[in-house]
């Protein structure tokens, strides 16, 4: 059974750059979170895909956009970065099914640095 | 507006000891409580969660208190083991079968051999 990955792992950008990020689910999970973790801060909601549409936002601006795909995969999209946008980024994904809590399963992260 | 709060940011433990972690909410809409640990250069693991229909949860050497009119929780550990340094976030959901967990900012637990 796969875990969660991401990539890239680090990268750096400029201030008003375009980003994107992926992520490939666990195995057998249909439901994909992202999350930013800023320095000292914990993991903050950004939005949520169910059957390749949003399904939940948090507190982000339009700029932050996401993709779903059919076999799972994600991809986290910011435009014009701010320096703010500086952050670990984590994919959560899990199986959404009837009954209980869905537990996520996160991945390592992208580190983002905007200059 | 932080809905929920570790207050404390670390925590040192001797080896074979209890580790209490604390975690305060302040939404009493909050139905379900986990604690993910979070290793350097990896992402947070699922430990252990409790309903709020509940007010004790056991895993093991894990367990997690809930106290609903303090909106309080809190997570022991005995006994404490080197392999459980780690930084403990404290998440609470807010509805039934949505993804969104609100986090609090992490306390690292340090055991002492």
């Known amino acids: 059974e796969t875990g969660v990955t991401q990539s890239p792992t680090h990268l750096i950008k400029t201030r008003g750059q375009q980003v994107t990020l992926r992520c490939s689910s666990q195995s057998g999970h249909n439901t994909v979170s992202w999350y930013q973790q800023a320095l000292g801060q914990g993991p903050q909601f950004i939005f949520q895909?169910?059957?390749?549409?949003?399904?939940g936002r948090g507190n982000f601006p339009p700029r932050f956009s996401g993709l779903q795909f059919p076999n799972y995969s994600s991809e986290l999209n910011v435009n014009a970065l701010e320096l703010d946008d500086s952050a670990l980024y984590l994919c959560?994904?899990?199986?959404?099914?009837?009954?209980?809590?869905?537990?996520?399963?996160f991945g390592a992260g992208s580190r983002l640095t905007v200059l | 507006d932080q809905q929920v709060k570790q207050n404390s940011p670390s925590l040192s433990v001797q080896e074979g000891r209890i580790s209490i972690l604390n975690c305060d909410y302040t939404?009493?809409?909050?139905?379900?409580f986990l604690w993910y640990k979070k290793y350097p250069a990896e992402g947070p693991t699922f430990l252990i969660s409790?309903?709020?229909?509940?007010d004790k949860n056991e895993d093991g050497r894990f367990t997690v208190f809930l106290n609903k009119s303090a909106k309080h929780l809190s997570l022991h550990i005995v006994p404490s083991q080197p392999g459980d340094s780690a930084v403990y976030f404290c998440?609470?959901?807010?509805?039934?079968?949505?993804?969104?967990?609100?986090f609090g900012t992490g306390t690292r637990l340090t055991i002492i051999p």
């Open positions: 409790i309903s709020s229909i509940k």
């Open positions: 895909y169910y059957r390749e549409e949003e399904n």
């Open positions: 959560a994904s899990s199986r959404q099914g009837p009954s209980g809590a869905n537990v996520l399963t």
């Open positions: 939404n009493s809409m909050f139905d379900y």
């Open positions: 998440a609470a959901r807010l509805d039934f079968g949505n993804e969104k967990l609100t």
